[in-house]
T-cell receptor, first 115, second 111 residues
Framework: NAGVTQTPKFQVLKTGQSMTLQCAQDMNHNSMYWYRQDPGMGLRLIYYSASEGTTDKGEVPNGYNVSRLNKREFSLRLESAAPSQTSVYFC??????????????FGEGSWLTVV | DQQVKQNSPSLSVQEGRISILNCDYTNSMFDYFLWYKKYPAEGPTFLISISSIKDKNEDGRFTVFLNKSAKHLSLHIVPSQPGDSAVYFCAARESSYKLIFGSGTRLLVRP
């Protein structure tokens, strides 16, 4: 049972380069998310997709774009990477339902360094 | 301005004793609160949650207490075990799709 799978796990980029983080879930969840985690900041929501075909901005969307390719896949693109985007990125998915079951399942993270 | 705050970046307790992790929030509209546990090089995993209409929820060794008047919640782990050593994130639900996370508390349980 893979759950949420994200690639790559590690990446070093030069300032101005572009890249795409890939994410796939096998739990048939409708909603998917991209978070970033920075020291002392917790996890902050970048973008989310409530269901296939929809995407919305989260707390920190600037510098990112997303694509909900299908129900399984949700990608995050950095068009022109900046050192401030050095972070650990987590993809997640959930199935909105009753609040007790409205928990979010996270991938293992992607470590991105922009030099 | 952080809506969910975990003011203790770290906590160290002896195995077998109680661990108490604290979290404060500012938005009275949050309807659910959750705790996540994170090991190094892994994603956070859901631990326990509590509705804003309750003041306590228990699951085995883990209990979450909610004090709405103080806008404060705490996670109690009894007894603490070395395998509990991890970073614990408090989160508050703002909408069906948005969780606001605290900055985390690193718990070390000493054998």
């Amino acid at each position: 049972n893979a759950g949420v799978t994200q690639t790559p796990k590690f990446q070093v980029l030069k300032t101005g380069q572009s890249m795409t983080l890939q994410c796939a879930q096998d739990m048939n969840h409708n909603s998917m998310y991209w978070y970033r985690q920075d020291p002392g900041m917790g996890l902050r929501l970048i973008y989310y997709s409530a269901s296939e075909g929809t995407t919305d901005k989260g707390e920190v969307p600037n510098g990112y774009n997303v694509s909900r390719l299908n129900k399984r896949e949700f990608s995050l693109r950095l068009e022109s990477a900046a050192p401030s985007q050095t972070s650990v990125y987590f993809c997640a998915s959930s199935e909105p339902g009753t609040a007790v079951r409205n928990t979010i399942y996270f991938g293992e993270g992607s470590w991105l360094t922009v030099v | 301005d952080q809506q969910v705050k975990q003011n203790s970046p770290s906590l160290s307790v002896q195995e077998g004793r109680i661990s108490i992790l604290n979290c404060d929030y500012t938005n009275s509209m949050f309807d659910y609160f959750l705790w996540y546990k994170k090991y190094p090089a892994e994603g956070p995993t859901f631990l326990i949650s509590i509705s804003s209409i309750k003041d306590k929820n228990e699951d085995g060794r883990f209990t979450v207490f909610l004090n709405k008047s103080a806008k404060h919640l705490s996670l109690h782990i009894v007894p603490s075990q070395p395998g509990d050593s991890a970073v614990y994130f408090c989160a508050a639900r703002e909408s069906s799709y948005k969780l606001i996370f605290g900055s985390g508390t690193r718990l070390l349980v000493r054998p």
